[in-house]
């Protein structure tokens, strides 16, 4: 089954502890991205990768570091995390030229 | 850049009503436009996508929206609303040969019998 699995789904954590979400896609894609959901602010760009190796920050990246060194993992690194990073986050996976892309089920992070 | 604008943070519909949920895009060049629907504690499904074919376009589960580009809008419609189509609906934009999505904040759209 084609699909974008993200853990945790849940993770409850106290602030400046490192912590890494991780993302694996099985459709070998080559664009992988991260977003941030917040209420009333829709869906927010964290980071976004075409290709390994290549990353580049999307609209909020501040406190977050991703790497890509395999095509089909896509981790998003906190490594302090801070109260105003709790958040819901969402990782995407599509082709380039604007195909559709597919989204994970979440992850829910509250940091303390 | 590219934007999105979503009228209504929600709309309130009766079982059986008629669904319309706007979205209004900003692009400098031909767009490509999305609808994603969000049910709860669930990621993004797509519901549709307009990439420069057809004007009216036909999704999942009875959904339709209708590229108009005079009007700089890609509103989402269905005939008549069912209780399992509340959900948080999202549109989005991007471009040919360009990847990432510009979301709009979202329309929770709330079904009452």
């Known amino acids: 089954e084609a699909q974008v699995t993200q853990n945790p789904r849940y993770l409850i954590t106290v602030t400046g502890k490192k912590l890494t979400v991780t993302c694996s896609q099985n459709?070998?894609?080559?664009?992988m991205s991260w977003y941030r959901q917040d209420p009333g602010l829709g869906l927010r760009q964290i980071y976004y990768?075409?290709?390994?190796?290549?990353?580049d920050k999307g609209d909020v990246p501040e406190g977050y570091k991703v790497s890509r060194k395999e095509k089909r993992n896509f981790p998003l690194i906190l490594e302090s995390p801070s109260p105003n990073q709790t958040s819901l986050y969402f990782c995407?996976?599509?082709?380039?030229?604007?195909?559709?892309?597919?989204f994970g089920p979440g992850t829910r992070l509250t940091v303390l | 850049a590219q934007s999105v604008t979503q009228l209504g943070s929600h709309v309130s519909v009766s079982e059986g009503a008629l669904v319309l949920l706007r979205c209004n895009y900003s692009s400098s060049v031909p767009p490509y436009l999305f609808w994603y629907v969000q049910y709860p504690n669930q990621g993004l499904q797509l519901l549709l996508k307009y990439t420069s074919a057809a004007t009216l376009v036909k999704g999942i589960n009875g959904f339709e929206a209708e590229f108009k580009k005079s009007e700089t809008s890609f509103h989402l419609t269905k005939p008549s609303a069912h209780m399992s189509d509340a959900a948080e609906y999202f549109c989005a934009v991007t471009r040919a040969g360009y990847s990432t999505l510009t979301f709009g904040k979202g329309t929770m759209l709330l079904v009452s019998p």
């Open positions: 995407a996976s599509g082709g380039l030229a604007g195909e559709e892309q597919f």
């Open positions: 459709m070998n894609h080559e664009y």
């Open positions: 990768s075409m290709n390994v190796e290549v990353t």
